[in-house]
C-alpha cells in the first residue's frame, strides 16, 4: 500500500492530538482532575509554592477567626489562594520558556519578570487585606 501524505489524509481520521478535547461528561470531568492534582503535584517541587500552600495551612483556618462577616472570611481565604493559583501559573511560564532551551533572549526574561511581578502583586494584594482585616478586628 502506497505510503499516504499526512495533508492529503481527512482531518476526521487524524488521531485526536489531544484526547481530552473530545471527551465528554464526567469522564472529561475525571480526567481534568487527575491533570489539576499532577499540577498541584508538581506544583508542590516548587519552593515558593511549596511556602505558600504551608502557609495557607495556617492562613485559611485563621481566616475564619479574623473576619466578622462571611465576606471578610471569603476575602481573606481567597487572597491566599489567589497567591498559590498566581505562582502556579508563574511556575507554568517560566517552565513554558525553559523548554525552548536556556539561551538568554529579552522576550524570555519579560516573559518571567512579568510573572514574577504578578506574583508580587498578589501577595501585596493579600498583605494589605489582611493587614485591613486585623485593623479591623483590633480597633473598636
Not at 499540577?39 to 466578622?68: C, D, S, V, Y
Not at 507554568?92 to 525553559?98: F, K, N, Q, S
Not at 504578578?118 to 493579600?126: E, N, R
Amino acid at each position: 500500500m502506497p505510503k499516504q501524505n499526512p495533508s492529503s489524509i481527512p482531518a476526521s481520521e487524524h488521531p485526536p492530538v489531544d484526547a481530552q478535547k473530545h471527551r465528554k461528561g464526567l469522564s472529561r470531568v475525571w480526567h481534568a482532575a487527575g491533570y489539576s492534582i499532577a499540577g498541584l503535584q508538581a506544583g508542590w517541587h516548587e519552593t515558593a509554592f511549596r511556602q505558600e500552600a504551608i502557609a495557607a495551612i495556617f492562613l485559611i483556618p485563621a481566616a475564619f477567626w479574623l473576619g466578622r462577616s462571611w465576606t471578610e472570611i471569603v476575602l481573606l481565604a481567597g487572597t491566599v489562594m489567589l497567591v498559590m493559583m498566581v505562582e502556579l501559573l508563574n511556575t507554568g511560564i517560566e517552565c513554558a520558556i525553559d523548554r525552548f532551551g536556556g539561551d538568554w533572549h529579552e522576550l524570555s526574561k519579560r516573559a518571567k519578570d512579568m510573572g514574577s511581578a504578578a506574583v508580587l502583586l498578589s501577595l501585596l494584594l493579600c498583605g494589605l487585606t489582611w493587614a485591613m482585616a486585623l485593623f479591623n478586628r483590633l480597633t473598636p
